[in-house]
């Protein structure tokens, strides 16, 4: 059996895990959750922005966090040209500023890593042009800011996590956060609280549930579920030209949607993909010779666990679901082997390739699972994704 040597880097889009769990409180905008917990989680799409317009000399932020996410954006007050962002690079925390003279940049200490999913203390303090960086009340460093502007002038508010649609001012390509932040406070501001209590008028909030998710210290094995329109997880891996197989555990009511898709350059037509298509599966591929379906007739979408396989080699195919098992040979043709690169998405696909995959063959191309996953394994190799 051919296996997939999944690669630890992995894009994952609203996943939240521990289908047996005691479920996610999510607020779009405005809602206020039951319970006075100060905490948040942010699932790497997740973001709060508040409006806020001020000028002022001084500059006082202080957070928690926990995550595994060594790269991404903390908080960010833009303006028209002034900001203040908090970012995680490679672990460190770093607080680039810019007063109207020039961009400016504090450093937490060298070796000092944030992305160990432990809480940490933050704080940073800005008088005129000396700033200060403390992180867990033990490790400082200082900087003194270049030019004679010692105003921040705010004008288009707090954003935390991510930005949204925000792209008034550019200031690189930042991942979103993912993991827990607590005791967030921007110039006196509580800004969870705020955007907890606030309304659609004076905050925006998007895919953030209102305590630290259990789903930041589950194990790799854990049941994970898919809750959101959208979601997917996205290996760096590709499957070999002689095929290979996927199996897992699922537990879903959907009655379509994308379980696997693995396509080729875009100069080929190549591709696999297994998914649910009026309750069962379907399996489909591709070696550049017209797509090949194999349709299985058991149904699985009833809301109960159901064990599932999929093979495919080049002249065979085969589903099994709770060991029913459906095969068929798929004719030669001129192309002899599949021919595939790219990501291994999982319970559905990003937006820029569902039009693709429903026009390769796949039907539920543009449809992400709704459901729990658990044992997945692709190729024989349990793939290890990182939660964090």
Known sequence: MTTIMINWKVLILFIYSLCHGHGHQFVESGASPDGPGAEASFFGASYISLPLQEAKSSTEISLRLKTHRADS???????????CLVVLEGGALRVRINLGAGESELSSPPRLRLDDLLWHDVKISRNTADMTLTIDNIHTTKITLAGRFHELNIHYGVFLG??????EIFLGLLDNFRGCMDQVMYNGIEVLREAREGNSKTSDVYGVEWQCSEEFDAS?????????????????????????????QIKTQSQHALLLYNTGPPSRSDFIALEI????????IDKGNGAVSLNSTVPI??????????????????????????????????????????????????VNKRARAVNQGARNGDKSLEGCIQHLKAGGASPQYQRG
């Open 73 to 83: 954006l903390l908080l960010l007050a833009a303006g028209t040209t002034d900001y």
């Open 162 to 167: 991510g930005l949204g649609d925000f792209t």
């Open 220 to 248: 790799p094995t854990a049941a994970i579920s898919f809750v959101q329109p959208g979601a997917y997880v996205a290996f760096q891996e590709s499957y070999p030209r002689t095929g290979g197989s996927i199996s897992m």
């Open 277 to 284: 298509y009026e309750g069962r599966l379907r399996l489909i």
């Open 301 to 350: 979408s009833d809301g109960v666990w159901h064990s599932v396989e999929a093979h495919f080699q080049p002249t065979y195919m085969e589903l099994s679901v709770d060991d029913h098992i459906e095969d068929q040979p798929t004719a030669v043709g001129e192309n002899k082997y599949f021919d595939l690169s790219g990501l291994l998405f999982i319970g559905g696909v990003e």
